[in-house]
């Protein structure tokens, strides 16, 4: 938000239409997510598969543990930016301002900390011990750097922190003015922005606990949160990754919790305020990194290699684009890569070709069960997706492939092709538009030029009922050309060659 406005709108030259421009997209921001959310356009947040939020999970504990790198060895310079190569960098040049009394203390707080979430972990009735340690390592830290003078050892410090609450700032809106288009196009990217992470943040917590979250309640929720934002004196915002992972390592279980986060906060802006003031950086950098450290989940990444090597490359650019990118384009790469793969398969639908267990009338995929058998004089395909316009040309190409190699073989075999039937189930078709009917027309054209004859197996209700309004002539819906099974057709078909002296 502060680059897209800063483009327009010096903070320094004008810091009060600076503001004004921040709460007013800030505002718009929160419109857009509430309305996204009304209009039940939830679903968008299906695109965040489970490969993409582990490795946005993983990507995201490294990138926030090596920020918390600037408190943890005292550096004062340190870059803003999220990839790893920034911080990595930031890190190693500043090495002059590394300082050993607070690696030293960073590193006990840090050892404490991982050591009690150790045993939360271990003994669950426990809990209360990792619960607590936070809390604990801030008063101790307090009162050691308070004790000691230690802010004057090299151990940067919050500082004295101005008390009170936020003041309204609904008076600085403007929606009037030449910058109207400046704070739509900055709330519209922003908001983007904010409720991708955010989603991406509560469904990954989600799946941790086992819980299913409402897209649509949570698009009207960070909206509405950022519409009341706006107007008390906050720029946007989101479901944070590392004080929500804080708060999940602390033991929260229900939205109880934010009102108690909330209660505190507020007493804590008015009344204590002053008690932070000798507060270390490095112990708040300490707990975070304990709390995001255990959402680096290694075995659910091997299960995901194991199931679908290509939810394991999703997975990967996730993690990649989170690290070396940023986290907005590493969850945009994994989301264009699984929505890639989905028209990869609505564009390219799975067929395959049957055979028959001997001794059964169960007709399964020949590559699949070594046991089966091809039926001499047909060819059984089982067509696994609805048929449509963006497929339609690819599954006629296909099943011709079939029956040339069918024929070529024959050919090679050196005699006389034997095919008389294509048999296509379509039990797995569950839906048919003008372009699959057509497909089936064209196919059928194509099959009586090679004296073949089509036939249809178990089409559900909706792809039979399209196929009968659409054939006049009726050959595509011919009662002898349709059947419940796969076992069914052959057996009948069979007969009647037999009976007509075909064979």
Not at 84 to 90: H, K, M, Q, R, T
Request: glycine share 8%; with cysteine.
């Amino acid at each position: 938000m502060g680059s897209m406005i800063r483009q327009e709108v010096s903070p320094i030259k004008d810091p009060i239409l600076f503001l004004q421009l921040a709460f007013s997209s800030t505002f718009f921001a929160g419109l857009f997510q509430a309305s996204l959310g009304f209009l039940r356009l939830g679903f968008i947040i299906d695109f965040l598969s489970k490969a993409t939020l582990i490795g946005f999970m993983a990507g995201a504990a490294i990138i926030v543990s090596l920020q918390q790198l600037k408190s943890l060895l005292g550096i004062t310079h340190f870059t803003k930016k999220m990839g790893i190569v920034p911080v990595l960098s930031s890190v190693f040049h500043n090495t002059h301002e590394w300082s050993w009394q607070t690696i030293l203390m960073g590193f006990c707080f840090l050892v404490f900390l991982l050591f009690t979430r150790h045993i939360g972990m271990r003994k669950p009735k426990l809990f209360w011990v990792s619960a607590g340690a936070p809390l604990l390592t801030v008063i101790l830290s307090t009162l050691l750097v308070f004790a000691f003078k230690a802010q004057n050892h090299g151990i940067s410090v919050i500082g004295k922190l101005q008390e009170g609450l936020n003041p309204p700032s609904w008076n600085m809106l403007h929606f009037h003015d030449s910058y109207l288009g400046l704070v739509m196009k900055t709330g519209l990217i922003t908001g983007i922005i904010s409720l991708t992470e955010g989603i991406a943040v509560g469904r990954t917590f989600a799946a941790l606990k086992n819980y299913q979250v409402d897209g649509n309640k949570e698009m009207i929720a960070i909206g509405l949160m950022n519409i009341v934002g706006s107007s008390t004196s906050c720029y946007i915002t989101t479901g944070a990754f590392s004080r929500s992972a804080v708060n999940h390592n602390a033991g929260c279980r229900t939205a109880v919790s934010n009102i108690v986060m909330a209660v505190t906060v507020m007493v804590t802006l008015l009344f204590l305020m002053p008690l932070f003031q000798y507060t270390p950086n490095v112990v708040l950098g300490a707990i975070i990194i304990t709390a995001v450290i255990g959402l680096i989940d290694v075995p659910a990444a091997c299960q995901v290699w194991k199931i679908d090597k290509f939810d394991f490359l999703v997975m990967l650019c996730a993690f990649l684009g989170v690290l070396f990118i940023s986290v907005q384009n590493g969850l945009a790469i994994a989301v264009g890569i699984s929505i890639l793969k989905l028209l990869l398969q609505i564009t390219r639908p799975k067929t395959v070709m049957l055979g028959n267990i001997p001794g059964t009338d169960i007709y399964r995929d020949l590559h699949h069960y070594k046991e089966a058998i091809g039926v001499p004089g047909f060819l059984i395909l089982s067509i696994e997706a609805p048929i449509n316009f963006a497929n339609s040309t690819y599954l006629k190409e296909r099943i011709t492939r079939w029956i040339q190699e069918h024929e070529s073989e024959d050919q090679n075999a050196k005699k006389q092709s034997g095919l008389k039937f294509v048999i296509l189930d379509l039990s797995a078709v569950s839906g048919l538009d003008t372009n699959g009917v057509s497909f089936f027309k064209d196919l059928r054209m194509t099959l009586e030029k090679k004296n073949l004859e089509l036939v249809l197996v178990n089409p559900l209700g909706e792809v039979i009922e399209k196929l009968q309004r659409a054939d006049d002539s009726k050959e595509l819906a011919r009662p002898d050309c349709l059947f419940l099974t796969v076992g069914e057709a052959v057996t009948s078909l069979l007969s009647t060659v037999k009976s007509s002296n075909y064979v």
